[in-house]
């Protein structure tokens, strides 16, 4: 830095352009939808970004040009959230449409009387029903 306490023009400017530089091809790698690829230019950005010295005057189209990418970015992963979100809906309204075939399962019988309900009169050689919860009187 010269004696006079600003910096000589362009110092400052090699980072801003790193900076740069991974923010486009990380908005081209969204626009792809290479998620991945995205996702790591973010982080090096990220991380080349923590370093920046101030903003020099030198570096303000590239900072400009920074976020107009992000911006971009911002929207690609937005509309892809909307994509997910509608493809989550469809295949739930499909799993509730398949479900709506499946018989529901059927209700074990209930016997309304128990096997010391009913008596058997052999008297006469004959099966007689002799009372029992359920079961009419001969």
């Known amino acids: 830095m010269p004696e ?72 690609e992963a937005a509309a892809a959230l909307a994509r997910v979100a509608a493809e989550l809906a469809a295949l739930d309204r499909g799993r509730q449409a398949v479900a709506a075939y499946l018989l529901p399962p059927s209700p074990a019988p209930q016997l309304t009387a128990s096997a010391a309900d009913y008596r058997v009169d052999l008297r006469d050689g004959a099966e007689h029903a002799q009372g029992g919860a359920g079961y009419p009187r001969p």
């Open 4 to 75: 006079d306490g600003h910096s000589p023009p362009g110092a400052g400017l090699a980072g801003w352009q790193r900076l740069l530089e991974l923010v486009r091809r990380q908005a081209a790698a969204a626009a792809a939808g290479r998620v991945e690829e995205a996702l790591q230019c973010g982080r090096e950005a990220e991380a080349v970004s923590s370093a920046l010295p101030p903003l020099p005057p030198a570096a303000v189209a590239c900072a400009r040009e920074a976020c107009a990418c992000l911006a971009g970015v911002e929207a």
